[in-house]
């Protein structure tokens, strides 16, 4: 008897110490912040922009190619593990539209360091200094979330009026999705950055668009379409198939659906 509780006490020393670890370096775990290419950098400096936020300076890129009632402007958020720029350089499949892309801070040439606080709040403060610096129409921006960015762009739109939404690769809250991941471990008492959009879906009047890759081996499809289902707005959802998490960009059926909402709604 005394062997077992002996071996009982250890386990219970091992697994206070895994989640004791786990919740304090879960930011590890969720974002991984990437540097600007040199190139990339050179070549886009031209639109370049710095905001202050919350003591950050963000650092981003804006492409104003004439906002209007048909000309929206879209503001980007990237995934974890994205720098934005590379996505600017797509954004040009965009028909008829202006851009705003501005790294995280902790990403790219942003200073800080990320946490879902930190993020929610800059975006409303690059939101609010387009409005008001470029007296940008708030219902002609369009919030563009991908991946993790998706939980962003619904904290933006259900802070403030937009035109619409895009949502790329999203998901209904991170719990759910570390759940899947992490089936062993208590993850709703342990994550500190939940993104939990499928808590402000049911309030959301904004249109929205959702893009779902169809083979997508990080947000599970059921994670996605439990975000669409919860939406109280009008949604279309475009499964791009064979699409993964990755490479959705890559397909053609990506920037024909994304061209397709926008020029029904601007």
């Known amino acids: 008897m005394g062997v077992i509780l002996e071996i009982a006490k250890i386990v219970l020393i091992v697994t206070g110490a895994v989640l004791g670890l786990v919740y304090l370096f879960q930011s590890r775990l969720i974002f991984f912040p990437q540097e600007i290419p040199d190139l990339t950098r050179e070549r886009l400096k031209d639109h370049e922009v710095r905001i202050h936020s919350h003591g950050c300076e ?46 995280y801070r902790g990403y790219g040439d942003s200073s800080g360091r990320p946490s879902e606080q930190g993020l929610l709040a800059d975006a409303l403060t690059v939101f609010d200094w387009v409005v008001a610096e470029h007296g940008v129409d708030p219902g002609q921006v369009v919030p563009m979330g991908r991946s993790l960015g998706s939980g962003v762009a619904v904290h933006v739109a259900s802070n403030r009026r937009v035109g619409a939404l895009i949502l790329v690769t999203p998901f209904d809250s991170l719990v759910n999705v570390a759940k899947g991941i992490y089936p062993f471990l208590p993850v709703e008492k342990l994550l500190r950055h939940r993104f939990d959009s499928l808590a402000l879906a049911p309030g959301m009047e904004t249109p929205m668009l959702a893009v779902i890759a169809g083979r997508d081996e990080i947000i599970p499809n059921q994670n996605s379409h439990n975000l669409v289902n919860a939406w109280a707005g009008p949604v279309e959802t475009l499964v791009v198939k064979g699409a993964g998490h990755n490479d959705i960009s890559l397909y053609d059926a990506y920037w024909t659906g994304i061209n397709r909402f926008l020029a029904a709604k601007f």
């Open 58 to 103: 963000l650092h981003g890129w804006f492409v104003n190619n004439t906002i209007s009632a048909t000309s929206p402007l879209v503001i980007y958020y990237g995934g974890n593990a994205e720098e934005v720029s590379a996505s600017l350089t797509e954004a040009e499949k965009i028909r008829n539209a202006s851009f705003l892309f501005m790294n």
